[in-house]
């Protein structure tokens, strides 16, 4: 079946730590992998995305690349802000079922 | 633009009312789909609409029944709830139904319900 596993959290950092937050997968086909956030209070929204392997995704200074050979969709970011304190969800769309395959989702926190 | 518009924000219901909730995007985009998220879980999927037509029902209650009525409107009807259903409801649309390869799926920001 179609199954997303991510690192348990909470993932304290200190600001301008470097994150990496793991991710891997398990899917029949050639799923397309997505990172979204979370912000306390609000809904879900689009960090990045890949479609195919070793394509990389990258937005507002974070970056995950697809790896087919390791099935994983790790997110990094080389600085963090507490800005970017939130919870973070790995997913993948299914090719055999279009669905959206979510991981539970990682909360990181930044602290000044 | 890639944004959905959800309302009212919050809601407060009996497990007697009927109430409505709203979604709305202009982007033109032919899927739009209704997700349940509990406190600290992913988002569960519960209903799609392509084209206008209900495609996939993930074996939800009746109490649940959600409404279509244009191409950039979805509506979810409560009914008879239970505490149980509480939770953060979010919608999402996509440009084409789920199939579509590489197919990213917007979200509003979502309605937190609260069923007493």
């Known amino acids: 079946g179609n199954s997303v596993t991510q690192m348990e959290g909470p993932v304290t950092l200190s600001e301008e730590a470097f994150l990496t937050i793991n991710c891997t997968y398990t899917a029949t086909g050639y799923p397309s992998l997505f990172w979204y956030v979370q912000y306390p209070g609000e809904g879900l929204q689009l960090l990045l995305k890949a479609t195919k392997a070793d394509d990389k995704g990258s937005n507002k200074g974070f970056e995950a690349t697809y790896r087919k050979e390791t099935t994983s969709f790790h997110l990094e970011k080389g600085s963090v802000q507490v800005s970017d304190s939130a919870v973070y969800f790995c997913a993948l769309k299914a090719s055999n079922t279009g669905k959206l395959i979510f991981g539970q989702g990682t909360t990181l926190q930044v602290k000044p | ?116």
């Open chain 2, 1 to 116: 633009d890639t944004e959905v518009t959800q309302t009212p924000k919050h809601l407060v219901m009996g497990m007697t009312n009927k109430k409505s909730l709203k979604c709305e995007q202009h982007m033109g985009h032919r899927a739009m789909y209704w997700y349940k998220q509990k406190a600290k879980k992913p988002p569960e999927l519960m209903f799609v609409y392509s084209y206008e037509k209900l495609s996939i029902n993930e074996s939800v209650p009746s109490r649940f029944s959600p409404e279509c009525p244009n191409s950039s409107l979805l509506n979810l009807h409560l009914h008879a709830l239970q505490p149980e259903d509480s939770a953060l409801y979010l919608c999402a649309s996509s440009q084409e139904g789920p199939s579509g390869s590489g197919e990213t799926q917007y979200f509003g920001p979502g309605t937190r319900l609260l069923v007493l």
